[in-house]
């Protein structure tokens, strides 16, 4: 009876472990094989053990993204921007058909953005979830969409996300952010690429610089 038991736990403790999943990191440290650029004309390099973003005048947005698609996960990453550059995290996100005639390799990146934003001096929206050419605009609602000031400016920021079912959440520094619970936006983006935003600039400025590190994922 004793072993039966204990088979038992064994195989539940085993099933957990597998449907709990791995931690993979989404950027080796050495190269970005496994990222793709859509839109725009910012450029990304590999700074030490980071990924670095950095505008370029003119540009719309652009957005560096992994070539697979993750659906239910857990995503955690380090990034610190510059004070003048506002910039955000795609997930679950996808690209538009290209229009006819366009030389284009790729539609407009779309789908829920979590945002990277320095706090200033009244604080600001880092962390809460936009809509990135949905045609929605903020997915956080007004009522939650309150300026905080849980982003360190000009130094590194630990960001977490958790996306489960049309559920939304995410943290700052250990702190919660914001619960996005959205079945509209979770019927047409309900799996995507995650991508690295860096947004485009006013004419006469810049350029400006953001970077990711210790960029990892679990799916769930």
């Not at 936006?185 to 935003?197: A, C, D, M, R, W």
Request: hydrophobic share 35%; glycine share 12%.
């Amino acid at each position: 009876m004793k072993r039966f038991a204990f088979s038992i736990f064994l195989a539940v403790a085993v099933t957990t472990s597998l449907s709990a999943g791995e931690w993979t990191k989404l950027f080796n440290g050495k190269n970005l094989d496994n990222w793709i650029q859509k839109n725009g004309t910012a450029t990304y390099r590999i700074e030490g053990d980071a990924i670095t973003g950095k505008t370029n005048e003119g540009s719309p947005n652009s957005f560096l993204c992994t070539k697979k698609l993750y659906g239910d996960f857990e995503l955690q990453f380090e990034v610190k921007v510059a004070n003048e550059l506002n910039s955000g995290v795609q997930i679950r996100s996808q690209t538009k058909e290209v229009p006819a005639g366009s030389d284009a390799e790729f539609g407009r990146v779309n789908g829920p953005q979590v945002e990277i934003e320095a706090s200033g001096a009244n604080g600001a929206e880092a962390g809460y979830v936009y809509g990135e050419a949905t045609g929605r605009g903020w997915l956080t609602a007004p009522d939650r969409l309150k300026p905080h000031k849980h982003f360190k400016d000009g130094k590194w920021n630990h960001f977490r996300v958790v996306a489960k079912g049309p559920k939304i959440e995410t943290w700052i520094n250990g702190v919660h952010i914001e619960t996005l619970v959205d079945e509209e936006i979770y019927k047409t983006h309900s799996k995507g690429f995650i991508g690295l935003q860096v947004h485009g600039i006013k004419k006469g400025t810049g350029p400006y610089e953001v970077s990711w590190k210790n960029i990892k994922i679990k799916e769930l």
